[in-house]
C-alpha cells in the first residue's frame, strides 16, 4: 500500500522560507516522478513543481525562482524549498506521486496523494 505523509508546513511571515517534506513508501520510489500541488481554500488544486525520476523539474510560473523541489531515493523523500514567500502562497501543499518515470502538470498524471500540510504566510 503506497502512502505518502507530507510534513514541514506552518506559519511564516511574508519573506520567509519553509521546507516541505513528503516521504513515500509502498512502491519503488526512485522509477516514479513526484510532484506538488496546492489548494488555496476556494481554489482548485494547482500545480506546483514536478521532478521526474531522473531529476528534471519542472515548476509552476507562479512560484518560479523561489520554489525548488529536489528528492532523495536512498530515503524515499521529495522536498519543496519556498524562498521568498508571499501571501498568496497561503494554501494546503499536497505530494503527490505519478504513473510514470516524468510527470507534468495534470492532476490525472498523478495516482497517489498525501494527506496535506498547510502553509500560511502572514503579511
Known amino acids: 500500500q503506497v502512502q505518502l505523509v507530507e510534513s514541514g508546513g506552518g506559519l511564516v511571515q511574508a519573506g520567509g522560507s519553509l521546507r516541505l517534506s513528503c516521504a513515500a513508501s509502498?512502491?519503488?520510489?526512485?522509477?516514479?516522478?513526484m510532484g506538488w500541488f496546492r489548494q488555496a481554500p476556494g481554489k482548485e488544486r494547482d500545480f506546483v513543481a514536478t521532478?521526474?525520476?531522473?531529476?528534471?523539474?519542472h515548476y509552476a510560473d507562479s512560484i518560479k525562482g523561489r520554489f525548488t523541489i529536489s528528492r532523495d531515493n536512498a530515503k524515499n523523500t521529495v522536498y519543496l524549498q519556498m524562498n521568498s514567500l508571499k501571501p498568496e502562497d497561503t494554501a494546503v501543499y499536497y505530494c503527490?506521486?505519478?504513473?510514470?518515470?516524468?510527470?507534468?502538470?495534470?492532476?490525472?498524471?498523478?495516482?497517489?496523494w498525501g494527506q496535506g500540510t498547510q502553509v500560511t504566510v502572514s503579511s
Open positions: 503527490a506521486l505519478a504513473r510514470l518515470a516524468y510527470a507534468t502538470w495534470p492532476p490525472v498524471e498523478y495516482d497517489y
Open positions: 509502498g512502491r519503488t520510489f526512485s522509477n516514479y516522478a
Open positions: 521532478i521526474s525520476w531522473s531529476r528534471n523539474t
